[in-house]
Each structure stands twice: as structure tokens, then as C-alpha cells.
């Protein structure tokens, strides 16, 4: 007999006042992504294959991340990527097993990585696969020695008919997207997801279970945030307009709300602190450095695509994320994401 009060929710039985009581089993993330299929008559059911693959690669980065002070998977790898930045042993990980994941599936042609420097076309037959995938393996790396939240970031497109795997067939807009999401390795490993028409749903990993959660269905984003998350440091390079921007945020009542400062430094903890409880996350450009840091492909548009589904937006300071069509695979780009209200007064702002 127990004798602690807890309720396990996701598990079958729980424990309460010291008796076994009864607790409705959550929607894993197989059974969610099988009920969209249901939904779509016709679908051959090969999205829903990659997306379980998603969510083993998720699985196994996450396995490696909570264990890496104690197999020595932490540090530097030696080598720097093509965006000239030191790989962390876990980015090379990391991209390695989602690789491997995305091949296992069977059904991508060509994967795009940060950290590779040209696509790996998985299939020898184009069209073979039927989808491309664009992913960070592990966003916020430099976070790992210090225990910070880190994630995955990826981006889903279906080939057209004409498609041949040239650069210009892998650079569409992210409106494109079939799905986005991220993976987060934080406190717990939560998986966010959207795809074209099922919403923002958030699925938590139960990790000796081995299986994912429902536990943020319908994500929605707050209008309006009460936070503003920017790296402050980079203020002497800003444009006097970003100056004023982020002043404005920081000092006055925008949208009629009083905003505080939050910022990680890893984008995936940032951003999902904003699709929760709303706000704005902003990188922008720099004088001599218009492109800011952040990468098109894998980064913006993902989290442009989850943004908008979940009533909010993002843009670059002129152009909505998702309308964004990149000249080059790593293209970088400035990026202003969150709430409606605050990213749609940040375009004002910054365009007044
Ligand atoms: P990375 O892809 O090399 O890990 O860099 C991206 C990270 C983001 O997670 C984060 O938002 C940003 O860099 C922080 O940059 P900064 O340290 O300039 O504030
Ligand atoms: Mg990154």
C-alpha cells in the first residue's frame, strides 16, 4: 500500500490518499498523429511515419542530452561548422541521430542541417523520398555544459511535382512548411508541433514510458505579452530604430501593457516561454550585419510556422518570415516573433 499523495497524469493508475485510483490514459503522440491521418481520407500515411520519426530522434537526442555530464558528451568536439562556430560533441551527436532517423523513415530525399554545409541527399533516386527536412540538431549548444535548456529545431516540406533536389527546389518560402516544430531538452523534454491544418499541440516526454504525451493541446499565444526578450548587449551595434524599438519596450506601456526583460540566450527557451505566455522575442539586425545571427531555414521559418498557427506572428523587421524565400541554404536573417499585438507594434515601430 502507498501512503504519498501524488496523480501521474499520462499513466495509467496514480496514487492518492494512500489508494490506487484510476487516471485516463493521455493521447500519445502516435495515437494524435494517426487521428490527423484518419482525418485526411487518401493520405497515405507517410507524414505520420516521419513524424513518429521526428519523435524518435527527439527520443534519443533527449536520452544523450540528460546523460551527457556523465558519458562526456559535454565540451567541444574540435571542429567548428559551416557557419564558422565550434561544434559542441553534442551538435555532432545530435546531428548524426536525426539523420539517421530521418533515413530510417524512408521517406526524405534531402535533410539540411546547420551543421552541414551541403544538403545530404538521402535518397540515390530522386523522389524516391518524398520529403525535405530542415533542422538545427541542437539549437542553443553552448548551453550544455552549464545544464540550459537546449532543443531541435526542424522544418517539413513535400516535393512538388517538378522538383529535382536543386537549390532552388529546396529554398521555398516557410509558408511551404507541411510541418514545424522543436524539440525542447529542458526540465522535462517537450515536443511542439504544427502541421498545416491540426494547430500548435505541445506532447511531454514520459521517458520511461518512452513515449510522448498530449499535455498543450491547441496551443494558442497570449495577444499581447508582458515580456520582451532580447540579447541587450548588442545594443551599441543596433540601428537607431531597433534602439528605439527596444527603449520603447523596456521603458513605456506598448499595447498597454508593462513589459519585463527575459532572455536565455538559448532560442528555444525563449520561444517557448512566448508561445506560453506571450511577449516578443526579437533579433535583429546590426549595423554592417542587417541578417542578424539567426538562420532562415532551420530557425525563423519553423518557429514563424508555429507562431502563426498558434495566433501570432513574425517577421523581420519588413517582411513576414513565412514569405521569406532564401538565395542560400544557411541564409541568416533578422527575426521579430511572438504575440500579435507586440510583433505587429515592432513592425510599426520600426517602419514608422
Ligand atoms: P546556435 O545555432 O549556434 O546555437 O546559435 C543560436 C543561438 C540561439 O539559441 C539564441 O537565441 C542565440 O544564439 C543567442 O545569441 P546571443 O548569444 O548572441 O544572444
Ligand atoms: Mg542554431
Known sequence: ??????????????????REVTVKVGTSLTA???????????????LSILLTHVALAARMIAHRVSQAPLTGLVGMAG?????????????????????DAMMASDLVSTLVSEE???PAHVSEHWGRGHYTVF??????????????????IFGIYRHRPNDRGRLTDLLRPGREQVAAGYVMYGASTILVLATEDSGVQGF????????????????RMPEVGKSYSVNE????????????????????????VRRTARYVGSLIADFHRTLLKGGIFMYPGEVGKPEGKLRLMYEAAPLA??????????????????DRVATKLHERTALYIGSRVDVEEAHRRLNG
Not at 1 to 18: E, K, P
Not at 309 to 322: E, K, N, P, V, Y
Open 32 to 46: 494524435w498523429v494517426l487521428r490527423q491521418q484518419a482525418q485526411h481520407p487518401g493520405a497515405r500515411g507517410e
Open 116 to 118: 552541414r554545409e551541403e
Open 79 to 99: 571542429d567548428t561548422n559551416v557557419q564558422g562556430e565550434e561544434q559542441a560533441k553534442l551538435d555532432v551527436v545530435a546531428d548524426q541521430v536525426f539523420l
Open 1 to 18: 500500500m502507498h501512503t504519498h499523495d501524488s496523480t501521474f497524469v499520462g499513466l495509467g493508475a496514480a496514487v492518492r490518499g494512500g
Open 305 to 322: 510556422f508555429l507562431a502563426e498557427a498558434a495566433g501570432g506572428a513574425a517577421h523581420d523587421g519588413t517582411t513576414r518570415i513565412l
Open 204 to 219: 511531454t516526454l514520459l521517458p520511461e514510458v518512452g513515449e510522448f504525451f498530449l499535455t498543450h493541446p491547441d496551443m
Open 233 to 256: 548587449s548588442r545594443q551599441p551595434s543596433w540601428p537607431d530604430a531597433t534602439r528605439a524599438l527596444v527603449s520603447a519596450f523596456r521603458e513605456e506601456d506598448v499595447g498597454g
Open 135 to 152: 533542422y538545427d540538431p541542437l539549437d542553443g549548444s553552448s548551453n550544455i555544459d552549464v545544464n540550459v535548456t537546449v532543443g531541435t
